[in-house]
């Protein structure tokens, strides 16, 4: 059984860097699969942030590129988020998900997410 | 930027047909996911590639899809579900993924 976990600052300064880690149970990140970060400011939509694969592909949403990072470490089964200079829009619930790169067009969709938390930003 | 458009609200009585449009220039080329998100709790896979159903998702959750549009369609609506629905697709690129704005669900 494929499990996700979300870990990091719940709280995090203005201008200051958001960091979450992402550890996967039950199931190597070291497989076929690209890996999710998707988020979720309260009271609004879903927007997907970049999806990573264990050998370093990333790809990145446009709008967030440069103040994103994504990694992996595959000793540690586990994947990482880091957004630079954030400010108040980027409160959010922050979900991890297994999923496919968005050139696989034979993509089987986002089917395992963790359950999600909160990183509020504020000073 | 690419974009997936989705009416804000859906409202049936129970037992009746509900159904929730995605609409997008790439869907004709692009598959389309669609995710049940109920209150606090993280979204879940209910339909992928505009048609497949994953295992443990009730049959009465369909996907279909018509040049730029793909529908979620949900028989028989039960209380239980009522949630938000967000369609996915890729844009026609390839090289990101985008969400609509989603749908709330409301059975009356």
């Known amino acids: 059984q494929v499990q996700l976990k979300e870990s990091g600052p719940r709280l995090v300064k203005p201008s200051e860097t958001l960091s979450l880690t992402c550890t996967v149970s039950g199931y190597s990140i070291s497989g076929g699969d690209y890996w999710a970060w998707i988020r979720q400011p309260p009271g609004k939509g879903l927007e997907w942030i970049g999806s990573?694969?264990?050998?370093?592909?990333?790809y990145y949403n446009a709008s967030l590129t440069s103040r994103l990072t994504m990694s992996v470490d595959t000793s540690r089964n586990h994947f990482s988020l880091n957004l630079r200079s954030v400010t108040a829009a980027d409160t959010a619930v922050y979900y991890c998900a297994r999923g496919d790169s968005p050139d696989n067009f034979d993509s089987s969709g986002f089917d395992h997410w963790g359950l999600g938390t909160l990183v509020t930003v504020s000073s | 930027s690419y974009e997936l458009t989705q009416p804000p609200s859906v409202s049936v009585s129970p037992g009746q047909t509900a159904r929730i449009t995605c609409s997008a220039d790439a869907l004709p080329r692009q598959y389309a996911y669609w995710y049940q998100q109920k209150p606090g709790q993280a979204p879940v896979l209910v339909i992928y590639k505009d048609t497949a159903r994953p295992s443990g998702i009730p049959e009465r959750f369909s996907g279909s899809s018509s040049g730029t549009t793909v529908t979620l369609t949900i028989s028989g609506v039960q209380a239980e579900d009522e949630a938000d629905y967000y369609c996915q697709s890729g844009d026609s690129g390839g090289t990101s993924w985008v969400f609509g704005g989603g749908t709330k669900l409301t059975v009356l």
């Open positions: 990573i694969y264990h050998g370093g592909i990333t």
